[in-house]
């Protein structure tokens, strides 16, 4: 198929992350879901290629479990373009937020199965040559941006060939290998100290079993388990980077403590907890589609069905965010993360990721105080369920008795 008749055929594209060198997409072609990366406006165009052609080289030939091959790629209207074998709907930050949303955490074979998935990712990396630089691949930082999941929970790690993903605003900081943010080039020795970093970043997130918790929080250090953990942290974390162990060996590391904790890593267990955030995560909209949200004029409390009443007069915020979502369902529109930005914070200037941050984190509240299966994900923002029919009340009156 020529360049521009695959271009032709995507369809339904759903931002994922768009504050990158190379936005990230997910997108249809030929009916199959897909992981679309199209160079940012802000590239210069020369920049742009070169680090396309980059990504396309390492996605070639590292393809395999856990990094995508590549379909397709080509440029449209300057901008270079990859098509990748990834059916992804959602990046790691989705992933978390939504982890918080429902205050729930990551059983810890589950979240140890997800960040081994991510090391033998990175040492098949490792086992291969850049035909651009002749080093081995590696990324030499990992922040949840990089990590991008299908609706069964299947994980897909970007970074390989040029990392701007790296970077990006989430909700965990991005864990950096220090030699990396001083200017020099990521290698292996990088990654192991990435990973580790990620792991630690990770663990309030993580239903962690009590020993490993008591080690981690600095007790029990002559203790086995107390051994492991801190020598092997020491060699990663306090020696040069020259002289860090190996993937391979953290990779031992990390099983020994596994078996001293009684447990087990099970990436199965990962993408089944994954697939069951990211399933929660979609309204039932014919479960719903005679829904009633009674909601005051000025947005100080709202009511879905029977529920109970959530008074917000005070979050001037979310007030706005709601009801900027609904004045926009009253002309059957979607409301993207600018204007609820706009809405939420009129008149304050916001870097566009902090900007939609801010935006996920109001829209989350509402949902958590019962909106969630009224508000959608949709298009470039967020939309009232179809279905749900809002009844204005006046404020002063309260909702009707039911």
Same mark, same amino acid.
């Given at each position: 198929?020529?360049?521009?008749?695959w271009?032709?055929?995507?369809?339904?594209?759903?931002?994922l992350?768009?504050?990158?060198?190379?936005?990230?997409?997910?997108?249809?072609?030929?009916q199959?879901?897909?992981?679309?990366?199209?160079?940012?406006?802000?590239?210069?165009?020369?920049?742009?290629?070169?680090?396309?052609?980059?990504?396309?080289?390492?996605?070639?030939?590292?393809?395999?479990?856990?990094?995508?091959?590549?379909?397709?790629?080509?440029?449209h209207?300057?901008?270079?373009?990859?098509?990748?074998?990834?059916?992804?709907?959602?990046?790691?930050?989705?992933?978390?937020?939504?982890?918080?949303d429902?205050?729930?955490?990551?059983?810890?074979r589950?979240?140890?199965?997800?960040?081994?998935?991510?090391?033998?990712?990175?040492?098949?990396?490792?086992?291969?040559?850049?035909?651009?630089?002749?080093?081995?691949?590696a990324?030499?930082?990992?922040? !949840? /941006?990089? @990590?991008?999941?299908?609706?069964? +929970?299947?994980?897909? #790690? $970007? =970074?390989?060939?040029?990392?701007?993903? *790296?970077?990006?605003?989430?909700?965990?900081?991005?864990?950096?290998?220090?030699?990396?943010?001083?200017?020099?080039?990521?290698?292996?020795?990088?990654?192991?100290?990435?990973?580790?970093?990620?792991?630690r970043?990770?663990?309030?997130?993580?239903?962690?079993?009590?020993?490993?918790?008591?080690?981690?929080?600095?007790?029990?250090?002559?203790?086995?388990?107390?051994?492991?953990?801190?020598?092997?942290?020491?060699?990663?974390?306090?020696?040069?980077?020259a002289?860090?162990?190996? !993937? /391979?060996? @953290?990779?031992?590391?990390?099983? +020994?403590?596994?078996? #001293? $904790? =009684?447990?087990?890593i099970?990436?199965? *267990?990962?993408?089944?907890?994954?697939?069951?955030?990211?399933?929660?995560?979609?309204?039932?909209?014919?479960?719903?589609?005679?829904?009633?949200?009674?909601?005051?004029?000025?947005?100080?409390?709202?009511?879905?069905?029977?529920?109970?009443?959530q008074?917000?007069?005070?979050?001037?915020?979310?007030?706005?965010?709601l009801?900027?979502?609904?004045?926009?369902?009253?002309?059957?529109?979607?409301?993207?993360?600018?204007?609820?930005?706009?809405?939420?914070?009129?008149?304050?200037?916001?870097?566009?990721?902090?900007?939609?941050?801010?935006?996920y984190?109001?829209?989350?509240?509402?949902?958590?105080?019962?909106?969630?299966?009224?508000?959608?994900?949709?298009?470039?923002?967020?939309?009232?369920?179809?279905?749900?029919?809002?009844?204005?009340?006046?404020?002063?009156?309260?909702?009707?008795?039911?």
């Amino acid at each position: 198929m020529r360049e521009q008749s695959w271009f032709d055929a995507i369809t339904d594209p759903v931002p994922l992350r768009t504050a990158t060198p190379f936005e990230a997409f997910s997108v249809r072609c030929e009916q199959q879901p897909r992981l679309l990366l199209m160079a940012n406006t802000k590239l210069d165009p020369g920049e742009a290629r070169a680090r396309a052609d980059a990504i396309a080289a390492a996605h070639e030939r590292l393809e395999g479990p856990h990094i995508a091959g590549l379909q397709a790629r080509g440029e449209h209207q300057g901008r270079p373009w990859l098509l990748l074998r990834a059916a992804a709907i959602a990046d790691g930050d989705d992933v978390i937020r939504t982890q918080v949303d429902r205050n729930v955490r990551q059983p810890y074979r589950a979240a140890i199965g997800g960040l081994d998935a991510i090391g033998s990712a990175l040492q098949r990396m490792h086992g291969t040559r850049s035909p651009q630089t002749g080093q081995p691949y590696a990324i030499g930082a990992i922040g !949840l /941006a990089n @990590l991008y999941y299908e609706a069964d +929970g299947t994980l897909w #790690l $970007l =970074g390989a060939g040029d990392n701007g993903f *790296a970077r990006a605003s989430t909700l965990l900081p991005t864990v950096i290998a220090p030699e990396v943010a001083l200017g020099d080039h990521p290698t292996p020795a990088s990654d192991v100290f990435a990973l580790s970093a990620l792991m630690r970043a990770m663990v309030p997130y993580v239903d962690l079993p009590a020993p490993i918790a008591r080690v981690l929080r600095g007790h029990d250090a002559n203790t086995p388990l107390g051994k492991l953990t801190h020598e092997s942290n020491a060699r990663v974390w306090g020696l040069p980077h020259a002289l860090r162990p190996s !993937l /391979a060996t @953290l990779d031992r590391v990390l099983r +020994g403590v596994v078996t #001293l $904790l =009684g447990e087990s890593i099970s990436y199965s *267990a990962h993408r089944d907890f994954v697939a069951a955030l990211l399933a929660h995560d979609e309204p039932e909209h014919a479960a719903h589609e005679r829904a009633v949200l009674e909601l005051a004029d000025d947005g100080s409390w709202f009511r879905l069905d029977a529920q109970q009443t959530q008074r917000i007069a005070s979050r001037a915020a979310l007030r706005r965010v709601l009801l900027c979502i609904v004045e926009h369902a009253d002309r059957g529109e979607s409301c993207d993360v600018r204007k609820l930005l706009e809405a939420g914070w009129p008149g304050e200037r916001v870097d566009p990721e902090a900007g939609a941050n801010r935006v996920y984190v109001a829209v989350s509240a509402l949902r958590r105080m019962g909106l969630r299966a009224a508000i959608e994900r949709f298009d470039l923002g967020y939309r009232l369920v179809p279905g749900v029919r809002v009844e204005r009340r006046r404020a002063e009156l309260g909702p009707s008795q039911r």
